[in-house]
């Protein structure tokens, strides 16, 4: 069993940061790829970035650039750091993980970016 408890969401101007952190429990946290997601009102569930155990990262086009993926291990932590938020950014953003073929999710947190 996992537990991933998403945190740092908000409100944020255009242009601004945030950083949403995932705080993972219940397996070895170091040896699983990681990832964010976010589901944007009326819209599908849409991959953010993900993070391998060795730390290789991958990013959403749209993301590149603006968004960094980061583990530390030693806290069973993964961030994301958003920089340059747009109003398009506003969405649920949740954790995400597979253990031994079966998908973890966290509870979400909400990201909105309005003046």
């Known amino acids: 069993q996992v537990q991933l408890v998403e945190s740092g969401g908000g409100l944020v101007q255009p242009g601004g940061s945030l950083r949403l952190s995932c705080a993972a429990s219940?397996?070895?946290?170091?040896?699983?790829?990681m990832g964010w997601y976010r589901q944007a009102p009326g819209k599908e569930r849409e991959l953010v970035a993900t993070?391998?155990?060795?730390?290789?990262?991958n990013y959403s086009g749209s993301m590149k650039g603006r968004f960094t993926i980061s583990r530390d291990n030693a806290k069973n932590t993964v961030y994301l750091q958003m920089n340059s938020l747009k109003p398009e950014d506003t969405a649920v953003y949740y954790c995400?993980?597979?253990?031994?073929?079966?998908?973890?999710w966290g509870q979400g947190t909400q990201v909105t970016v309005s003046s």
């Open positions: 995400y993980t597979v253990v031994l073929g079966s998908p973890y």
């Open positions: 219940g397996s070895i946290f170091s040896i699983y790829a």
């Open positions: 993070i391998g155990n060795t730390g290789g990262t």
